[in-house]
């Protein structure tokens, strides 16, 4: 099964629904499987007394609360409409982030059966609750949790019901841009040990190197933020990839995918079986011997083409018999011994 790519636009659109339009467009022109946008109601989400976080508040600056910043972020139920209508046409899978029991009602209400669960949820226990019992499909991001936080957030959607088969859980860290020595990438797997389910990365680091190592360690999805342009106004864009970026991320996906797809047995591939006799050697002559000789190690070496004898029998050539005259530099054959 292939890898799942989900293109995090969230609110890279800066609240303005053609610009929503446009991060689809580069989603879909980078072949991933999801463009993933935030569902939220500002005052459902956040109190006015919440501060901005550290990143915020450097792409954002100190105007305004966290509660502001939000209000001018928010989609409407008109725009997820006309969101997802456009996703069909354009061929690519549309996806959001529920931060409240409105939003994830409305996304319900709209056909989503797939729920992503944000890291910031993990600990919300009636959130869970609501999730569990509308949706089919999760996907739980675990940016600041712990193994006891993962558990609790797991039993809590299989005591609805909810089988581990239905669920991938994101290893994350939640901060923008994640520094590479707190990335912890074998957390995945320790993930994967600790609860049997399917695992993936969701990504806050600079660049594309790491979801692509976590593709290569095992991850079934991979989840990536992305924006049209880095320097544009708004909370996310400078920790999010450009569309070239996006672009080359899932292709370098794609290809570390097939370089894993193999059954793990060392054997010549089809492809490299035409270059064993240009590669590899074969027993030759190395200076002139005449009929009735007996072959020395001294007559011997190993030259390419790899076409006669293969050196690998070097010990069962000597002491054997000369047949016929060789001259030095002969491709050595059995019919030449007696």
Request: with cysteine; proline share 3%; hydrophobic share 40%.
């Amino acid at each position: 099964m292939s890898v799942v790519v989900i293109a995090e636009a969230g609110v890279n659109h800066n609240g303005s629904l053609e610009t929503a339009k446009k991060l689809v467009d580069v989603a879909v022109e980078a072949g991933v499987d999801y463009v993933k946008f935030q569902t939220f109601k500002a005052t459902q989400m956040t109190s006015a007394a919440a501060e901005k976080a550290a990143y915020q508040l450097e792409n954002t600056g100190t105007g305004g609360s966290q509660l502001d910043m939000l209000r001018h972020l928010e989609l409407n139920e008109a725009a997820h409409q006309e969101l997802i209508r456009y996703c069909k046409q354009q061929g690519i899978n549309f996806l959001s982030t529920a931060f409240d029991t409105e939003s994830m009602d409305l996304l319900f209400k709209l056909g989503i059966q797939l729920a992503k669960i944000p890291s910031g949820e993990i600990t919300n226990l009636p959130y869970l609750r609501r999730m569990a019992s509308l949706f089919s499909k999760f996907i739980v991001s675990t940016g600041m949790a712990d193994i006891a936080d993962i558990k609790t957030a797991l039993d809590t959607l299989h005591q609805y019901g909810v089988l581990n088969e239905q669920i991938v859980v994101l290893h994350c860290n939640t901060e923008y841009p994640t520094p590479m020595e707190d990335v912890n990438l074998k957390a995945m797997l320790h993930i994967q040990r600790e609860f049997g389910v399917n695992v993936g990365y969701s990504d806050h680091t600079l660049g594309i190197e790491v979801p692509i190592a976590a593709v290569a360690l095992g991850a079934a999805v991979i989840e990536k933020h992305f924006t049209l342009d880095r320097n544009m106004e708004g909370p996310d864009h400078k920790a999010s990839l450009e569309p070239a970026e996006l672009k080359a991320m899932v292709s370098a996906i794609r290809n570390i995918e097939k370089a894993i797809s193999g059954d793990g047995i060392k054997k010549t591939s089809p492809s490299e079986q035409k270059n064993k006799a240009i590669a590899r050697k074969s027993i030759h002559i190395s200076r002139d011997i005449k009929a009735g000789d007996f072959i020395t190690e001294q007559d011997l070496i190993a030259l390419r083409p790899g076409t006669g004898i293969s050196p690998v029998e070097w010990d069962q050539v000597i002491g054997k018999q000369a047949l016929v005259n060789l001259s030095k530099g002969h491709l050595l054959r059995w019919t030449d011994l007696k």
